[in-house]
Nanobody, 126 residues
């Protein structure tokens, strides 16, 4: 079991960058596939990016492809989401998620992840 804690959110400007971090207050992310999801006001939670536990393969949603990248440092128990080329449409609460199931696959559904952080707010101004 892992307890996930996100950080790095805040206010960004259109065209700017932010980097989110997700670490554990208990447990280790080693062996878990990890993902980022986001939820904008009045909208459903949507998939952003995911990374496998050991191969380092990644996948991104079409809306962030080419702008965002996900990476992990198992030694630091941390997953990162580097967000470049921000737009106001990226404004949302970003949550980190983890799953120990089939850890070298990259599902994009919320039900594929057992553990969730509380989320961090990202607000992008025009």
């Amino acid at each position: 079991q892992v307890w996930l804690v996100e950080s790095g959110g805040g206010l960004g400007q259109a065209g700017g960058s932010l980097r989110l971090s997700c670490t554990t207050s208990r447990g280790t992310i080693s062996g878990y596939r990890m993902a980022w999801f986001r939820q904008a006001p009045g909208k459903a939670r949507e998939f952003v990016s995911a990374i496998t536990s050991s191969t380092g393969s990644t996948v991104h949603s079409d809306s962030v492809q080419g702008r965002f990248s996900i990476s992990r440092d198992n030694a630091k128990n941390t997953v990162y989401l580097q967000m470049n080329g921000l737009t106001p449409e990226d404004t949302a609460v970003y949550s980190c998620a983890a799953s120990v199931r089939a850890s070298n696959t990259l599902p994009k559904t919320t039900t594929s992840y057992e553990y969730w952080g509380q989320g961090t707010q990202v607000t992008v101004s025009a």
